[in-house]
């Protein structure tokens, strides 16, 4: 316990008090039931952490609209049955987390207009939005849909090979990516790809002006949970 030092002032505290981060409003595992207040500091955030509240179970519309400086939206680990319909007008959320949830459409989060990465692991999406709406993600650089419900291979690679500037993405643990070849349906209905994985194994798909060491250093920055080869 901290208290007055034998040179007048007080010792400094036994533990170390975290300096909060300019720009993050961090409410992660905060017992929130709802969205919260709209306070200055959210106003103006670059980065909104509600990770780890369980008890949080819709976003209502336009709350994350009003959010005009907000690039990271992290919702990991809590109880969204949907995410907001209104999701096109967010156009500063560069990176969505949104896995550990219960959503069921997908479809919000590919209209997102600036979005690079989109986490939807651990859901229930038993099928992607049609291609004429994943279309419109033509940001999206990395997708990572592990552990849902997607069982229709055909029409989840149309839906995907819409997407133009996809390059990295996770299927595991989905009923379409248990069949033996699927690894090799991947490169051939998507061929842009340069990173995936696949039931726990990860590829590669090497272009000249796409290196190992790039892949390495710019998905393992931004894709949780998929981490490259060595």
């Given at each position: 316990m901290a208290g007055p030092g034998k040179f007048g002032g007080f010792d400094p505290p036994d533990e170390a008090i975290p300096t909060p981060t300019?720009?993050?409003?961090?409410?992660?595992?905060?017992?929130?039931r709802e969205f919260p207040a709209f306070t200055k500091a959210l106003r103006t955030a670059l980065e909104l952490?509600?990770?780890?509240?369980?008890?949080?179970?819709?976003?209502?519309?336009?709350?994350?609209?009003?959010?005009?400086?907000?690039?990271?939206?992290?919702?990991?680990?809590?109880?969204l049955t949907h995410l907001p319909e209104d999701m096109n007008r967010c156009e500063s959320i560069a990176r969505l987390f949104a896995g550990a949830n219960d959503i069921t459409d997908a479809h919000p989060a590919f209209e997102l207009p600036c979005a690079v990465h989109v986490g939807l692991a651990h859901n229930r999406i038993a099928a992607l939005p049609p291609p004429e709406v994943t279309a419109r993600a033509e940001a999206l650089m990395s997708l990572d849909l592990t552990h849902n419900d997607l069982c229709d291979a055909s029409d989840a690679f149309a839906s995907l090979r819409a997407m133009p500037s996809l390059r990295a993405l996770s299927l595991a643990g989905n009923p379409m990516a248990m069949g033996t070849g699927f690894a090799a349906r991947v490169a051939t209905e998507l061929p842009e790809l340069r990173f995936w994985t696949d039931a726990g194994a990860t590829?590669?798909?090497?272009?000249?002006?796409?290196?190992?060491?790039?892949?390495?250093?710019?998905?393992?920055?931004?894709?949780?949970?998929?981490?490259?080869?060595?």
């Open positions: 300019p720009g993050v409003v961090d409410l992660a595992h905060g017992n929130l952490d509600l990770e780890g509240n369980p008890e949080l179970v819709s976003i209502p519309a336009g709350a994350l609209s009003r959010l005009t400086s907000l690039e990271t939206l992290r919702l990991t680990g809590c109880a590829f590669f798909a090497l272009f000249p002006a796409f290196t190992l060491a790039a892949a390495a250093l710019s998905l393992a920055t931004t894709v949780g949970g998929m981490k490259p080869v060595t």
